[in-house]
């Protein structure tokens, strides 16, 4: 069994962990910021459609 105050210490972390931004984050809020929406939802396109490339590409070819 995990000890209750390890554990404890690890849901913080993991916590405190997905609420930081990461640069994606920080990349669209300073496009949107100072260039407007329409930059803004441009960054947020370009990062998911790159994300959606960068985790599909692995699983439909021999890229490892």
Do not use: W
Not at 13 to 29: N, W
Not at 43 to 61: D, E, M
């Amino acid at each position: 069994m995990i000890d209750p105050q390890l554990y404890t210490l690890f849901l913080i972390s993991a916590i405190i962990l997905l609420l930081t931004p990461g640069p994606a984050v920080l990349y669209i809020t300073s496009r949107s910021i100072e260039q407007g929406k329409q930059a803004g939802f441009a960054s947020v396109l370009g990062i998911s459609i790159g994300t959606l490339f960068h985790n599909s590409l692995p699983n439909t070819s021999r890229i490892s």
